[in-house]
């Protein structure tokens, strides 16, 4: 029985998050605060520009890169600003309601539903100084209920996608500068004049 409860809430908990993830990149001007869209558009031409920078990172492209480098930094700049401001949006508004809704419906069945449920049970000592709250609501020391229990679950659950999606971004910035150390370029080596032979150009 405990086990049955502790897997199904944290399945609950897990399925919420993910259709909020879904529904974020299906219907973003519902889920996503004032502002976002702005970032993921300035985002997307930032990366588009990056890749462009590093194909033209090539002594005889100088010229070309250096432009689309300059207009690299001017749009990372108006990026940080996006967001900075859709952050400030986002903490002094609440969330949007439909999100809201996702994340407290399920949840909350769970906890109506198994109310006076005990999730798992451990010796007190392990539970130790958190025995008392995590006994709620009035369950003996050494219980988890089943309300504590879902907190612990979407706590764990919002670390491993922040984690994911800080390893993704991470990823994608790996990739880039290594795309651009490895892309070959052309280098001119010039002969001494009185040799008579042309400049070599090695790939």
Same mark, same amino acid.
């Given at each position: &029985?405990?086990?049955?409860v502790?897997?199904?809430?944290?399945l609950v908990v897990?399925v919420? &998050?993910?259709?909020v993830l879904?529904l974020e !990149?299906?219907?973003?001007? *519902? *889920?996503r605060p004032p502002?976002?869209? /702005?970032v993921? /558009?300035?985002?997307?031409?930032v @990366?588009a520009?990056r890749q462009?920078h +590093?194909?033209l990172n090539h002594?005889?492209?100088? $010229?070309?890169a250096?432009? /689309?480098k300059?207009?690299?930094i001017?749009l990372e700049?108006?990026?940080? !600003?996006?967001?900075?401001?859709a952050t400030l949006?986002s903490?002094?508004?609440n969330? +949007?309601f439909l999100?809201?809704v996702l994340?407290?419906?399920?949840?909350g069945?769970?906890?109506v539903?198994w109310? +006076?449920?005990e $999730?798992v049970?451990l =010796?007190? =000592?392990v539970?130790w100084p958190?025995?008392?709250?995590?006994?709620?609501p009035a369950? &003996?020391?050494g219980v988890?209920g089943v309300?504590?229990w879902?907190? *612990?679950?979407?706590?764990?659950?919002?670390?491993?996608?922040?984690l994911c999606?800080s390893?993704?971004?991470a990823?994608?910035?790996? @990739?880039?500068?290594? +795309?651009?150390?490895? /892309?070959?370029? &052309?280098?001119?080596?010039?002969v001494k004049p009185?040799?008579?032979?042309?400049p070599?150009?090695?790939?």
């Amino acid at each position: &029985k405990m086990a049955s409860v502790a897997v199904g809430s944290f399945l609950v908990v897990l399925v919420g &998050k993910l259709l909020v993830l879904v529904l974020e !990149r299906v219907w973003p001007s *519902i *889920i996503r605060p004032p502002g976002v869209q /702005t970032v993921l /558009t300035l985002a997307e031409e930032v @990366k588009a520009l990056r890749q462009q920078h +590093n194909e033209l990172n090539h002594p005889d492209t100088f $010229v070309q890169a250096s432009k /689309t480098k300059r207009k690299l930094i001017a749009l990372e700049v108006q990026l940080e !600003r996006a967001k900075k401001d859709a952050t400030l949006v986002s903490h002094s508004h609440n969330k +949007n309601f439909l999100v809201a809704v996702l994340k407290a419906l399920g949840p909350g069945l769970v906890v109506v539903s198994w109310w +006076n449920e005990e $999730v798992v049970q451990l =010796s007190p =000592s392990v539970l130790w100084p958190l025995a008392r709250p995590l006994a709620f609501p009035a369950h &003996k020391l050494g219980v988890v209920g089943v309300l504590p229990w879902v907190f *612990i679950c979407q706590q764990c659950v919002d670390r491993v996608v922040d984690l994911c999606s800080s390893a993704a971004q991470a990823a994608d910035q790996l @990739k880039a500068s290594w +795309n651009s150390f490895s /892309t070959p370029g &052309k280098v001119q080596v010039d002969v001494k004049p009185d040799s008579g032979a042309a400049p070599v150009t090695h790939e």
